[in-house]
């Protein structure tokens, strides 16, 4: 057998780890066995309702007994009265205003039984064959959960009690204390009477007796898994009284914990748990002595070992180990929790998760056993743990792949990171690994886990035909053969293949059609759409996953199971109403092609109870198709299907719909795969809601109704073999989390849209369904078109950007996007080397394009005369939602323009430009046809700026800095509110790196190119500013390809300052240091000399003085002289020479308006500056740092005519003009402006 290679690693090999058969193996070694445990144990959360936790569980006795009707009369009156007597001094023992969270409790239990089995209000026949009432002396395990106390007795043979709040008459109580008023007395004579017919062990009194028992009286209980079987739970209604008798603790503990959330509103409880959390790590729990903490306890929820299992507890990550310490609701030094434990040097992969519909959980995978998912509390512990996870592994095996050598190192991927998906891709397209492996690598890659049902993995549908005696797969028409046609044995063909360039929703026209006149008649109300059910939901996985995961179905399904006819129990049953259920539109899942997971899927192995239909029909295994010999082979045959040649032909059609360009904005509503608004829910719509209750709310309908997986693709995906990949094109610009950015057809700004945006766009784009109206700017495909894949969609005319080739050109970087959405991505990731089609012999000989003006709107027509120069604009646009705090003009090989934004947003937009030593032309196909049969001198059309990357974080983005590598790549370093210093390269279109930088919001960045590093590796040294009121420096190593690494921790830090820095500013001298500027709150000035040899000096402090406003920007000059030049918000510019004994003041003029920011040309000594007041003002300087005596230059609102203030700044002189230069300037409305200046 041949093994593929990548490198020096198996691509399968990596691709293993999320095959369902580690997960089926697992599952079934496990089942109804604690795996850290020796002894059974029956219980989980999943016998809890849906989201509640188990906090804390003891060792206990019980004992039960039935009340009598008339004394649990007078004893709940007499009880509720003194309850309301102590509800003043005791409010936790207070019954009403205890929130009924879990009304379906009563609302199911009042429901008739039905064949299948429900969970109901029992019989008087069952009541009395029932002995949960009537326990002696039970042993066995009490746990305390959020809403419910749950008994599960030793004995299996006897059901597992769980009691909900809302149900007890009396709540839990020691039996000695004042309260239970005739609950108290009939408690007392209870216990006598249990003690009574047992023989005391132990000497003890009668008051630490009671200190050791607490009694409840309840009106109903429920019964579950009576002999350790899985069947519909059984609710009594009968007022009963419970005795629980502690065994090795007394009742306080149990007593302080249910005091603190018994009568908690259910939407403020998760408050009250979370801070249990906060307990000290238990150091007994380390393996070794020798490990070193590498991160504090970190709030986690350990997802798992199934689905809906959910545990709070704390991470911790060693050098050696990630530990999960469970926590105890109330914590004592003698019941720490025993933490389980993974070796980093087990860790094969790792990929970012969603927990709910927040970003912040961490999925892991192991060499051995299943993966391990926790939820972290934010997105930022997240990524601190990821970053402690090991990079690479070695290869250990017994046995040594070809290609790989015992020993030596294998990448540790991330799963959800650029790198790993342009992989796979590559791996498919060569053939390296089959169509199921892809599909498991993509579905991964969008975040989805098989721990997660919300997200399970998705897969298509692959075959049709469920009624032939005989399946024929191998002809390759056999998507083609219609029904009604002979086959060579005279049987009747039919059609075989699922037509994969369709959704589910859209294979029936005639359903098509009513849903579709639905969505026309939803125009009125808002929020359109065509189907709303999804295709992939935690009930729809359960339907095929009810035989291997059914204590989930119960979980979801309120103690029951699903109606029999709606229950899972033919294939062609199923299919069938795939095609004709207006409310049955899912896709499958993979475990239906995988063999080697097992066949319990189809099999009822656990004898489950899953009641008759109508028809009379007992559910137990599925039926199959005809063709299907058996299980095995069903599914065998699946899988072969799977692989066959027309699924590689027309999976990446099925995939556009999933995971590529028809899955969000126009491409999905015009190849029929929309769906309900809150399936595109993401995290950014959640922080954007304001009420808590909204968020549940949204959450809860988003994770029970279905999801849309991240989007991957931002082109068509190829099909095999195609060897003409552009990666940069085709994946999205991702590097670890998407989310969707459409772009609006009528008006030239992209902004990042809500799931409610989008709609609202869709609709804007065509009032109704009109199916001849949408053919005309969609390239329509068919399963016969070849080429299908490769071709363009249109947009429609307002989205062309017209241009004439003689006076514009744009290097090949920079091609027009032309789909009609783009993908914007958080995270961090590897970059992707690209390479341009054109090489230059020489630096000078590559075409460096000019900036030139366009000819479109009245802002872009300004033409100015100022003093003898001329102020000519280019462009104006708004691209961000708020201030632009950092631009930085590019011109090189092609011209950009990089911005970032306090809306948290980095953009890099392509300029206008016209080639000078030679042309080139975009190679986009829309823009092609465009000119198809046309003179391009009869097109004129302006150009506008292009939006060529895109980046969005969580917090404002506070500064930025870019820098090149050796190979003409860019660089972009942005700083933000979250306290990260982000690297991400324009070209790879990806984040290079991270680091935590500081403790407050980062302020400022300069990057220097020095000879001198404290490590002897760097190529430069980063120096970052922030309003903790310090300067760090950083070793950075900059390599070809945007490949960037950043030191972990800073090598010197600049503390002397004494209130938060504003602004930064650095100049490398050689051999002697660096020097080091930074102003401040109150007008503070700080200036160090950091020597060559490691030391440092304080050269200048200008301390806070009552009265001055901040320094805001710094630039130093090194001309003639070292000058350093700040601007204050007072209006003020100061300049100061630079000595090697200290600093010293030269000149001050007054602008007359807050100087925002500030660049210097030392070449031509001018100053140019951007103020509040919108302005940009030209100061004149002497080489010695003194202002010249004229008037500046003013150029009055250059970002528009509302005047926004200018807030970022950037200069760059035109190559053929001495005076000459074109400038981009940010503003505080978000817009950018690019204009020259010239000197007459």
């Known amino acids: 057998m041949t093994t593929t290679t990548t490198g020096s690693y198996n691509i399968k090999d990596i691709i293993q780890v999320l095959h369902p058969i580690r997960y089926a193996t697992f599952h079934n070694n496990s089942h109804g066995t604690d795996i850290h445990k020796k002894k059974p144990q029956r219980f989980s959360t999943l016998l809890l309702e849906h989201g509640e936790q188990e906090l804390q569980d003891w060792s206990v006795i019980a004992s039960s007994r039935k009340r009598s009707s008339s004394s649990s009369s007078s004893s709940s009156s007499r009880g509720t009265k003194q309850r309301r007597e102590d509800g003043a001094t005791n409010v936790s023992l207070s019954l009403s205003s205890r929130n009924s969270s879990s009304s379906r409790w009563r609302e199911d239990s009042e429901k008739s039984i039905n064949k299948g089995g429900s969970y109901v209000k029992m019989t008087t026949n069952a009541q009395e064959r029932d002995q949960s009432d009537k326990m002696k002396r039970i042993k066995g395990r009490l746990y305390l959960c959020s809403k419910s106390i749950v008994f599960e007795p030793e004995d299996m043979s006897r059901g597992i009690i769980r009691v909900p709040f809302e149900k007890m008459t009396v709540p839990p109580s020691s039996t000695g204390s004042a309260g239970l008023d ?529 989007v991957l693709f931002s082109d068509f995906h190829p099909r095999k073999n195609d060897r003409r990949i552009d990666h940069s094109a085709l994946i999205a610009p991702d590097d670890g989390r998407s989310f969707i950015q459409n772009s609006d057809l009528n008006v030239d700004k992209r902004k990042s849209l809500s799931s409610v945006e989008a709609s609202q766009l869709l609709k804007s784009i065509q009032p109704k369904l009109n199916v001849a109206a949408r053919n005309e700017n969609v390239m329509q495909e068919s399963p016969d078109d070849d080429n299908k894949d490769n071709k363009t969609a249109m947009p429609n005319n307002s989205d062309i950007i017209e241009i004439n080739p003689n006076d514009f050109s744009i290097g090949n970087d920079s091609a027009l996007d032309t789909s009609t959405s783009n993908i914007l991505l958080s995270g961090s990731g590897v970059s992707t080397k690209r390479t341009d089609t054109k090489t230059y012999d020489d630096e000078n000989d590559s075409p460096l394009p000019s900036i030139t003006p366009s000819k479109s709107d009245e802002v872009n027509n300004r033409f100015e005369k100022v003093d003898g120069w001329t102020f000519k604009a280019i462009a104006c646009k708004q691209i961000h939602g708020g201030e632009v705090s950092g631009c930085h003009l590019l011109n090189g090989e092609c011209a950009y323009i990089t911005t970032t934004s306090l809306d948290g947003g980095l953009m890099v937009h392509t300029l206008p430009t016209s080639g000078i030593n030679e042309r080139r032309t975009f190679s986009s196909t829309a823009v092609k046809s465009r000119y198809q049969g046309r003179n391009p001198s009869e097109t004129s059309m302006p150009l506008q700026f292009h939006t060529f990357r895109s980046h969005q974080s969580s917090d404002p983005l506070s500064c930025l800095a870019i820098i090149n590598d050796e190979n003409r790549g860019y660089i972009a370093f942005a700083g933000g509110h979250d306290d990260v210093i982000l690297a991400y390269g324009i070209k790879s279109a990806c984040g290079l790196a991270s680091v935590f930088s500081h403790r407050d919001a980062v302020s400022g960045l300069v990057l220097i190119e020095v000879p001198f590093v404290s490590d002897g590796e760097s190529t430069h040294i980063m120096l970052s500013s922030s309003w903790d009121a310090t300067v760090k420096l950083w070793n950075v190593t900059v390599s070809d390809g945007e490949t960037v690494r950043i030191a972990k921790e800073p090598f010197a830090e600049l503390y002397e300052a004494e209130t938060p820095i504003h602004c930064v500013d650095a100049l490398y001298i050689p051999e002697v240091g660096i020097i080091v500027a930074a102003g401040g709150a109150g007008g503070s000035l700080m200036v160090w000399l950091w020597n060559v040899d490691g030391g440092k000096t304080v050269l200048f402090q200008q301390d806070t003085r009552p009265g001055h406003e901040s320094c805001c920007c710094l630039k130093w000059s090194n001309n003639a002289e070292i000058i350093l030049y700040a601007g204050y918000q007072d209006g003020r510019i100061s300049s100061f020479s630079f000595k090697y004994d200290g600093m010293y003041p030269v000149g001050k003029l007054n602008l007359g308006f807050p100087a925002n920011c500030l660049e210097i040309l030392p070449s031509c000594q001018l100053i140019f500056t951007g103020c509040a007041d919108g302005s940009l003002r030209i100061v004149a300087t002497t080489s010695n740092g003194h202002f010249d005596d004229g008037q500046p230059l003013v150029w009055n609102s250059v970002n528009g005519p509302s005047s926004p203030g200018i807030t970022s700044l950037s200069v760059i002189p035109e190559k053929d003009q001495e005076m000459g230069f074109t400038l981009a300037t940010g503003a505080t409305d978000g817009s950018i402006a690019v204009f020259t200046i010239k000197k007459l």
């Open 182 to 710: 005739d609950a108290s007395s009939s408690s007392s004579s209870f216990l006598k009477n249990e003690d009574s017919i047992t023989t005391t062990t132990t000497a003890t009194t009668a008051t630490s007796h009671s200190e050791r028992c607490i009694t409840l009286e309840t009106k109903r209980y429920i019964v579950m898994k009576k002999n350790n079987k899985i069947a519909p739970y059984e609710t009594y209604d009968k007022l009963s009284l419970f005795k629980f008798t502690f065994q090795h603790s007394s009742t306080q503990s149990f007593v302080q914990l249910f005091e603190k959330i018994y009568n908690v509103p259910t939407g403020q409880l998760q408050n009250v748990i979370e801070p249990m959390c906060d307990q000290p790590f238990d150091a007994s729990n380390f393996r070794h002595l020798n490990e070193t903490p590498m991160t504090v306890n970190l709030r986690a929820f350990l997802l798992g070992p199934f689905p809906l299992v959910k545990k709070a507890g704390c991470v911790i990550v060693t050098d050696q180990r990630l530990y999960f310490q469970p926590f105890s609701g109330v914590y004592s030094e003698m019941m720490a929790s025993r933490a389980l434990s993974w070796c980093l040097e087990d860790v094969v992969s790792f990929a970012r998760r969603y927990h709910g519909l927040k970003d912040e959980a961490l999925e892991i995978f192991f060499n051995l056993g299943p993966s391990v998912l926790l939820a972290f509390e934010g997105c930022r512990n997240r990524e601190e743990v990821l970053r402690l996870l090991p990079s690479v592994r070695r290869n250990n095996d017994d046995v040594v792949v070809e290609g790989e050598e015992e020993g030596m190192s294998i990448p540790v991927f991330c799963h959800t990171d650029r790198s790993f998906l342009s992989l796979v891709v590559d791996a498919w397209i060569n053939g390296q690994i089959d169509n199921f492996d892809y599909l498991l690598a993509l579905n991964s890659a969008a975040g989805r886990s098989l721990f997660d049902l919300s997200r399970y993995p998705v897969f298509p549908w692959v075959l049709s035909d469920y009624e032939s005696a005989k399946l024929d797969i191998s002809s390759t028409n056999a998507f083609e053969t219609m029904a009604g046609k002979q086959g060579k044995d005279g049987s009747l063909m039919t059609k075989v293949f699922r037509d994969l360039t369709k959704p589910i929703g859209a294979l029936n026209e005639e359903r098509l059609e009513s849903f579709k006149a639905r969505w026309n008649n939803m125009q009125d109300m808002g929020d359109a759409f065509l189907y709303g059910t999804h295709y992939s939901a935690p009930g729809y996985c359960l339907y095929y996953l009810v035989r291997t995961m059914p204590e989930q179905m119960l979980c979801l399904q309120n103690g029951k199971y699903d109606a029999p006819d709606r229950l899972f129990h033919s294939i062609e049953q199923c299919y069938s109403s795939l095609l004709i259920n207006p409310a049955d539109i899912k896709e499958s899942i993979p475990q239906f092609y995988d063999p080697k997971s097992g066949v319990d899927i189809l099999l009822n192995l656990r004898g489950l109870q899953l009641g008759v239909t109508q028809n009379g029909i007992v559910i137990d295994d599925v039926k199959l198709p005809n063709w299907a010999k058996s299980p095995k082979d069903f599914l065998k045959k699946n899988r072969k299907a799977l692989e066959s040649d027309y699924c590689a032909k027309y999976l990446p059609s099925w995939i556009d719909l999933i995971f590529g360009v028809k899955a969000r904005g126009e491409m999905a509503f015009n190849y029929d795969n929309l769906f309900h608004p809150n399936s595109y829910l993401c995290p950014k719509d959640l922080d954007q809601m304001v009420t808590d209750t909204e968020k549940m709310q949204a959450e809860l309908h988003a994770t029970e109704f279905g999801i849309c997986p991240d």
